[in-house]
C-alpha cells in the first residue's frame, strides 16, 4: 500500500479520500478498464463527523480509506453518520463490514436506499448475524443534518441516476455537491509521481481531455439509458451555487466545476432530443473482407464530403470504446455481413446495447456482403425500429462488391455525410 496516499483538504472541515483501482480488469463485471477506476469516498468532520459514501473491498481500498482517514486524525469509530447516495456495491460493498466496525454510525440514506442496505447486509451464512438494530435515518428531499458550527448537510433525491435510489448530498459551508456516479468518469486519478492527485486543476488540460473522454465512456456504458433522470437531477441544483463538484469517481472538479456540469449536460442530450456532434462513427466486423470492401468506398465517400469519421472494427474494439464513441455521433454506418440468415453476431450484440441504451436521433446507414440470400438487412430493419433512426437506403451486395456497387456505396457514404453536415 502506498504510504503516500493522503486525504486531500477541499476545506479546512471537508476532505476527500480515494483508491485507484488499477489492476481490476473490468467495472460492473464487463466494462473494460484499462485506465482504472477510483473510488471517491469524504470526510465532513465538524462537531460531528459525516463519511460520504463508501467503498468495494477491492484490491485494498478500504484499506487505503482508513490510513487516509488517519492522516486527518480520524478513526473509523469517530464517523457519526455514514451517509449513502448511492447502494450500488463498487459504494457499498464494504458496508457489512463497516457496520461490524462501527455499529453506533447512523446510516443516512433514502428510504428506498434504506430497503437496499438490508438486503445487501444481509448474514448469509449461519456464523453471521445480521445487524438489523443499526440506526438507519431515512432521509428525503429538503431533510438536512447539522454537523454543528455551521456544516450542515443536504438530502436531495435523484432517482435513476442511475440506481432508483440514489440521492445527492451538498454541504452549505463549503457548497461541496457530492453527486455519487453523476459527473464521475472510469481512470484512475492519481498519478506515480502523485498518488494523491484528485483535484482538476492538479491536471494539465490533456489530462482534463482524458478524464472527460472517460466520463463519456463511462456515461455511455452505465448511465445513457437514465439521461431524462440526469437532465432532472441536474435541473434540481440550477440555483444552488456549487464551489466544487465531488463525485464518487474521478477527478473532484474545484476549479472548474461548470466544466464536467456542462459536459454532463451534454451528454444527457446526446439521447434525449439534443445536439450530437456532427461526425459519423463507422462501427464494422467482417469475416473475410468482402463487407470490408464495399465499406472502404462508403468511407471514402464520407471523406470527400469533409466529414469526421471515426472507424471501429467489431468484435476486436470493446463494446465499451464503441459505445463510447457511438453515443456522440450525429452520423453512423453499421458494415456486417449475414451470418447464419441473420446479421455477423458481434453487431446484433451491438445493436442490442445500443437499444437498451436509447441511443437515439442518429442518421445511419447499413451495408454488407452476403453469400446464399442474405438475411442480415431484415434483423437490422427490426432491431433498429425502437431506435426511430433516419435511415438511408441500406445497400447490400452478393460476395464481393462490384465496380458499380462501389459508385453507389461511395454515393450513399456522401449522402449520409451531407445528411450530417446539414443536420
Ligand atoms: C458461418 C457462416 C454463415 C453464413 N450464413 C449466411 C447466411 O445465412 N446467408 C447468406 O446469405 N450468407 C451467409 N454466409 C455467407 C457470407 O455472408 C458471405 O461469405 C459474405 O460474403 C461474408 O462477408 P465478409 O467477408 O464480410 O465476412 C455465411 C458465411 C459463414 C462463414
Ligand atoms: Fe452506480
Ligand atoms: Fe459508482
Not at 83 to 109: Q, W, Y
Not at 133 to 156: E, R, W
Amino acid at each position: 500500500m502506498n504510504k503516500n496516499l493522503n486525504a486531500k483538504e477541499i476545506t479546512s472541515w471537508v476532505y476527500a479520500l480515494h483508491a485507484d483501482i488499477k489492476d481490476a480488469p473490468y467495472f460492473e463485471g464487463f466494462w473494460p478498464i484499462p485506465h482504472g477506476v477510483s473510488l471517491n469516498s469524504y470526510i465532513v468532520k465538524s462537531d460531528k463527523v459525516a463519511l460520504i459514501d463508501l467503498y468495494r473491498d477491492w484490491e485494498d481500498a478500504p484499506e487505503k480509506m482508513k490510513s487516509q482517514m488517519s492522516s486527518i486524525g480520524i478513526d473509523l469509530c469517530d464517523i457519526h453518520y455514514l451517509v449513502l447516495n448511492h447502494l450500488e456495491s463498487d459504494h457499498s460493498g464494504f458496508l457489512k463490514d463497516f457496520r461490524k466496525m462501527c455499529p453506533n454510525a447512523k446510516i443516512v440514506t433514502t428510504k428506498k436506499g434504506a430497503e437496499l442496505v438490508e438486503k445487501f447486509c444481509k448474514a448469509v451464512n449461519d456464523n453471521e448475524k445480521d445487524f438489523q438494530n443499526t440506526a438507519v435515518q431515512v432521509v428525503k428531499t429538503g431533510d438536512s443534518i447539522d454537523l454543528g458550527q455551521g456544516v450542515v448537510l443536504h438530502f436531495t433525491e435523484t432517482p435513476n441516476v442511475h440506481w432508483p435510489e440514489t440521492m445527492m448530498t451538498y454541504e452549505e459551508k463549503s457548497k461541496v455537491l457530492f453527486s455519487c456516479d453523476a459527473f464521475g468518469s472510469y481512470g484512475c486519478v492519481g498519478t506515480k509521481e502523485n498518488p494523491s492527485r484528485i483535484f482538476d486543476d492538479e491536471c494539465t488540460e490533456e489530462e482534463l481531455i482524458f478524464f472527460e473522454k472517460e466520463a463519456l465512456r463511462y456515461y455511455a456504458n452505465i448511465v445513457a439509458s437514465f439521461s431524462h433522470f440526469v437532465k432532472q437531477a441536474i435541473d434540481k441544483f440550477s440555483s444552488t451555487q456549487i464551489k466544487v463538484v465531488a463525485p464518487s469517481h474521478g477527478l473532484v472538479w474545484r476549479k472548474n466545476p461548470k466544466r464536467i456540469i456542462n459536459d454532463y449536460i451534454r451528454y444527457a442530450g446526446y439521447n434525449t432530443g439534443g445536439e450530437l456532434e456532427k461526425e459519423i462513427c463507422v462501427i464494422w466486423g467482417s469475416m473475410y473482407g468482402n463487407t470490408k470492401i464495399g465499406l472502404d468506398a462508403v468511407i471514402e465517400g464520407i471523406k470527400e464530403e469533409g466529414v469526421n469519421v471515426n472507424i471501429l472494427e467489431i468484435p476486436s474494439t470493446n463494446a465499451s470504446f464503441v459505445l463510447g464513441e457511438a453515443y456522440k455521433a450525429k452520423g453512423i454506418v453499421l458494415a456486417m455481413p449475414t451470418y447464419e440468415y441473420k446479421m455477423y453476431p458481434p453487431m446484433a450484440y451491438i445493436l442490442n446495447l445500443f437499444n437498451r441504451k436509447h441511443f437515439s436521433g442518429k442518421k445511419a446507414l447499413r451495408i454488407g456482403s452476403w453469400g446464399w440470400i442474405g438475411g442480415a438487412k431484415r434483423e437490422y430493419d427490426e432491431a433498429v425500429l425502437p431506435l426511430k433512426w433516419e435511415e438511408i437506403e441500406s445497400y447490400e451486395w452478393q460476395g464481393l462488391p462490384c465496380a458499380e456497387d462501389k459508385t453507389t456505396l461511395k454515393e450513399r457514404g456522401r449522402e449520409l455525410a451531407r445528411q450530417v453536415k446539414n443536420s
